[in-house]
């Protein structure tokens, strides 16, 4: 049985499901950062953040590079020799790096130690959004 079209369909939902939890996390940390310390709305975001944190976007991420690593390796479907596959590895190893500054702030709220404004996590929901841009373009134009 070929189960190719099974690990590219776990691969593009594991995706869109880091996608997602990368672009909602800064978004509850714009709002958790004008709640005040304490209060019943500071400690539901902090619910809501573990939750997402750590039952979507972290086995997301992680089942992300599982399934890229074994379409890569596994079906030998990436020529390593073709540039635009490294600009996609270098974008993809940007945006892990940014779940883990995801990371240093949830815990930081946790905490109650954030000293984060609430625009810093609005400039920094966008960081996503131009990765998820940048490693479309490198997969499907391949302009190099």
């Known amino acids: 049985m070929n189960f190719y079209p099974w690990v590219l369909s776990l691969h593009v939902i594991s995706v869109i499901a880091w996608m997602a939890g990368s672009l909602y996390l800064p978004r509850l940390f714009v709002y958790h950062a004008d709640a005040e310390h304490g209060s019943v709305q500071s400690e539901t975001f902090k619910v809501m953040e573990r ?3 750590k039952a979507i976007t972290t086995p997301a991420m992680i089942a992300s590079w599982l399934f890229g690593l074994i ?8 020529d390593f020799s073709q540039g635009w596959m490294w600009l996609k590895a270098a974008l993809v190893i940007a945006l892990s790096g940014f779940h883990g500054l995801l990371t240093r702030h949830y815990k930081a709220f946790a905490r109650d130690a954030n000293d984060k404004p609430a625009r810093y ?3 920094i929901n966008e960081v996503p959004t131009l990765l998820m841009i940048g490693i479309v373009i490198a997969v499907i134009v391949r302009p190099f």
């Open 71 to 78: 379409l890569a390796f596994g079906y030998g479907v990436v």
């Open 51 to 53: 939750r997402l944190l």
């Open 121 to 123: 996590f609005r400039v």
